[in-house]
Each structure stands twice: as C-alpha cells, then as structure tokens.
C-alpha cells in the first residue's frame, strides 16, 4: 500500500493544485475555446471532442517528462550509494513539496524564479502553438494540448522533481500521469465554469487549505527520507 501513496499524493496535489490552474491556465483554455468555430462553442456536447484533446495531449506531454526526469533520477542514483541516493532525492522531493505548498497558499512564490527557467523553453514552443491556432480540429487541439503541456508551471516543475526521486523512468511517467489526471477536472471545468471557477482562484481560504495540504505531503516526504538513517 505505501509504494502507492506517491501516484495518490500526486493525484491530490493535481486536484488541490486546481486554485494554481485556474489561474495559471485559465486564459489558455478560455482562449482555446473562444478560437473555436462558432458552432462547436454553441454547446458542451460538441465542445467536448477538442477540451478531452487538449487535455490528452497536455496529459502525454506529462508523462514524456515524468519518464525523463525518472531515467535521470536512476543515473544519478548510480553515482552514490544507494541508501544516500534514496534519502537525497527523497529530501529534494520534500522540499519542492513544502515550496509547492507556500507558492499555492501565496506565502512564498519563490517557485516564480523557477517558471522563469521553463521560459527559455516555451519561448520557442509559444509561436509555433500560435500558428496553429484557431483550431479546426481534435487532431489540431491535441497537438496544442502537447505544446501547452510544456508552458512554464511551479506546479508541474514541482512534480517533475519528484518524478525524479520515482525509482525509474516508468515510475516517473507513473507518477505525472496520476498528477496529470489529478488536474483534469479543474481544467475541463474551467470552459464550462468559468465565473466559478475564477472565484474559487480568488478564494483565500481555498488557497491556504490547498498550500496546508500539499505541504504535509511534502513534510512526510521529509520524514520517510529521515527513516531511512
């Protein structure tokens, strides 16, 4: 049971980390939906094939570097002995955790310095997603779903750090497609909800309980690399 408790600790930090994504995300997803042809936007039903396409390609772009950064977590593992190499990703995990959870309740964004790096990457990803815009098919929106999953996150950086820690490349992917359907339901509702879900991004209180909770995670994450002396 508790080789589990990281895909469900990653499904809950996506689903808390929806007070993030509204507010992240939000004007991305709002702007695809308006670039829709006016008839697909004239109900749910007919939105639906291009939001689910989206999120897929979000949800693959997710998993490719989960897979990426678990493959690098097993080399840099090789290079010091095992019991250190566990205690020392696990402390790196923890620590993001317990940034991720200050940056969610607005206490610290210190993770703001972090999305600036994943700028130099987006930077050159951002006008080719322009281009294909406005989107004319599911197969157009998945593609931008892949691009968008890439966008600068503290959130998904975060995640990323503690694929990292894993165990291997297919444990890494493992973990960001729990995170990634974690953050399903905040951003399919966002186009649906919209007045909603802005509040709920305004929300303090939800902000903090969010940040509380994921900081908890992170400060067990802390303790069981601690077991492990």
């Known amino acids: 049971m508790e080789s589990l408790l990281p895909y469900f600790s990653a499904f809950i930090v996506g689903l808390l980390g929806g007070v993030h994504c509204i507010g992240m995300c939000g004007g991305i997803v709002s702007a695809l939906t308006f670039g829709l042809p006016e008839a697909k936007r004239s109900s749910v039903l007919s939105q639906l094939p291009f939001q689910v396409a ?41 620590v993001f955790m317990v940034l991720l959870g200050l940056y969610l309740a607005g206490w610290w964004m210190v993770l703001n310095r972090v999305e600036r790096l994943g700028g130099l990457l987006w930077r050159r990803l951002e006008p080719i997603s322009r281009r294909l815009m406005p989107v004319q098919s599911p197969g157009r929106a998945f593609v931008i779903g892949m691009l968008w999953g890439w966008l600068p996150c503290g959130l998904v950086y975060t995640m990323l750090i503690n694929a990292v820690s894993a165990g291997g490349a297919l444990q890494g992917a493992g973990l960001m497609f729990a995170f990634a359907l974690g953050t ?45 002396i």
């Open 54 to 94: 989206y999120n897929l390609g979000r949800l693959i772009s997710y998993v490719i570097a989960g897979a990426i950064m678990g493959g690098l977590g097993v080399l840099l593992a090789g290079m010091m002995p095992m019991q250190l190499a566990q205690q020392t990703l696990l402390i790196l995990a923890g």
């Open 184 to 228: 399903l339901p905040n951003l399919l509702a966002i186009g649906l909800l919209a007045g909603a879900a802005a509040r709920l991004a305004r929300s303090d209180t939800a902000r903090k309980v969010a940040g509380i909770t994921v900081m908890l995670f992170g400060i067990y994450t802390l303790w069981s690399a601690i077991r492990l």
